[in-house]
């Protein structure tokens, strides 16, 4: 270990770190535009530039340690050197914070109150670039706010190697711009280029004035679109924001999801699919119990339910990879005894989906194969020719291939088709009405939180398991 001192105050590293990286990892707070722990270093926003005893100024994330140098990260020498390069990158800078979207979560406008504070000293008119331009139908580029941190082309070519991106031009007239010969609209990625822009530069075209971020509130949760299970952040209105003006979807929707970092399984990114859980969630909803198709209470659902369970003599069940781990358990605690159990896959890959990478993206399309097999094992979905009721837990099953004349107890929380066909169906919650646990493809288990409140018309899986193994009689 190698030691040195920042602010006074001495401080341990590796002989291979930076300057940079032992200042913040020790709690110093020193400003980045260009920097990215998981990106090569580019040095050119000189805005992590620091004070080194004897050697003057210089940029920090470019800068070795050595052995008993001290370092200034705030000195006045460091801010007046701060507060001239924003002076600069804003010369040409639009400062449409009002309509900007990254409003409340730029870098720009943070560090321009802390260091700047002032106008533009420049009294020409300020240089025009190309809006709105169409790098993707998912992404806008406004090369107007663009400060040419260059994060955006190193994340194309380093992470996800789509080469998408480029600078064309030089001078005051770089800008970034779409690769000829490549398209952005290929990358599976390329949405983490709006959270990795420091700006407002690069936006979601799905999110693009939506909302402004101080209204909404992030609920940490899993992305169930494959087996990765990367945890992300399920952006939606905060209950102080809900507007009369809007209707009770609107006031409780997913507006957007943003990774969360999360080095054991996904570090800072997603795919694009984990920004879509929206098209997962907010699919049209079954919020109805029903036998044979006519709809009934709930309760009498489950009465229904239960009574079949306990006149069956061979009852099999084909168990969701979409459950949560204290779903399955409950299944395994309160009807593992009754029923043969077997894992089915809820969901295959669509045509034209990534099938799977090297980065995240996997084959496997479902968030808890992993949990479910560890407590129903890892078996084909075929049950005894012997069986003669069916409980159906969730999506991505062939009901024309169900033992013939067995009855059909059915769970899912959307609106298909075959609900109406099922002898009994039970409307249940989403992962975002509840909480819970999926264990990922490498065994890594990780949480998630409710954001949304369920209908009392639809069931809680754990609490329906334990009604349905009540005895009749004291369900009577
Ligand atoms: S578009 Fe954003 S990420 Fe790309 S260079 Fe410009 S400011 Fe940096
Ligand atoms: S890699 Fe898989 S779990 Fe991660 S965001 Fe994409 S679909 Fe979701």
């Not at 002076?87 to 730029?106: R, S, Y």
């Not at 802390?114 to 300020?126: C, I, L």
């Not at 169409?134 to 406004?142: A, E, G, M, W």
């Not at 639809?458 to 398991?465: G, K, N």
Request: aromatic residues 6%.
């Amino acid at each position: 270990m190698t030691e040195l001192v920042i602010n006074g105050k001495p401080v341990q590293a590796r002989a291979d770190q930076t300057v940079l990286e032992v200042a913040l990892a020790s709690g110093f707070y020193v400003p980045t535009f260009c920097w990215h722990p998981q990106l090569s270093t580019a040095g050119n926003c000189r805005m992590c530039l620091v004070e080194v005893e004897g050697r003057g100024l210089d940029i920090a994330c470019n800068m070795p340690v050595s052995a008993g140098m001290h370092v200034l990260t705030d000195s006045e020498d460091v801010k007046a050197h701060r507060k001239a390069m924003l002076q600069f990158i804003t010369l040409n800078h639009p400062v449409d914070c009002g309509i900007c979207d990254k409003a409340g979560e730029c870098r720009l406008q943070d560090y321009h109150y802390t260091y700047n504070g002032e106008r533009s000293k420049s009294g020409d008119p300020k240089l025009r670039s190309h809006k709105l331009v169409n790098l993707s139908d998912r992404i806008l580029l406004d090369n107007e706010r663009c400060i040419l941190c260059l994060r955006c082309t190193r994340f194309t070519h380093e992470i996800s190697k789509s080469m998408a991106l480029g600078v064309e031009r030089r001078g005051d007239a770089s800008a970034i711009c779409a690769a000829a010969d490549r398209s952005l609209a290929l990358d599976p990625y390329s949405d983490n280029l709006i959270d990795l822009c420091p700006v407002g530069a690069l936006q979601s075209r799905e999110f693009l004035y939506k909302a402004r971020v101080w209204y909404l509130q992030p609920t940490a949760s899993i992305c169930p679109g494959c087996a990765r299970g990367c945890t992300v952040q399920i952006w939606h209105r905060k209950a102080d924001w809900q507007l009369k003006a809007l209707d009770a979807r609107q006031n409780s929707c997913i507006v957007r999801v943003t990774p969360l970092e999360n080095p054991a399984v996904n570090g800072p990114w997603i795919c694009n699919k984990g920004r879509d859980l929206a098209r997962i969630f907010e699919r049209r909803r079954a919020e109805q119990a029903m036998l044979k198709g006519t709809p009934v209470a709930l309760d009498a659902a489950v009465d229904a339910a239960r009574a079949l369970i306990q006149g069956a003599r061979h009852p099999a069940a084909l168990i969701s990879n979409w459950a949560s781990n204290e779903e399955l358990a409950a299944f395994k605690r309160h009807l593992g005894g009754r029923f043969t159990a077997r894992v089915k896959r809820d969901c295959e890959p669509q045509p034209g989906e990534p099938l799977q990478d090297d980065l995240l993206i996997r084959a496997d399309k479902n968030p808890n194969t992993a949990g479910a097999q560890a407590l129903f094992g890892d078996g084909p979905p075929t049950l005894p020719a012997a069986t003669d009721l069916v409980l159906i837990w969730g999506e991505g099953c062939d009901f024309a291939a169900l033992p013939h004349g067995a009855p059909v107890i059915y769970l899912n929380s959307y609106l298909q088709p075959e609900n109406g066909h099922a002898d009994v169906f039970l409307p249940l919650s989403v992962q975002t009405e509840r909480r819970g646990h999926y264990t990922n493809f490498a065994g890594t288990v990780s949480e998630f939180q409710p954001c949304f409140r369920k209908s009392d018309s639809v069931a809680d899986a754990e609490a329906l398991f334990e009604a349905l193994a009540l005895p009749a009689a004291v369900s009577a």
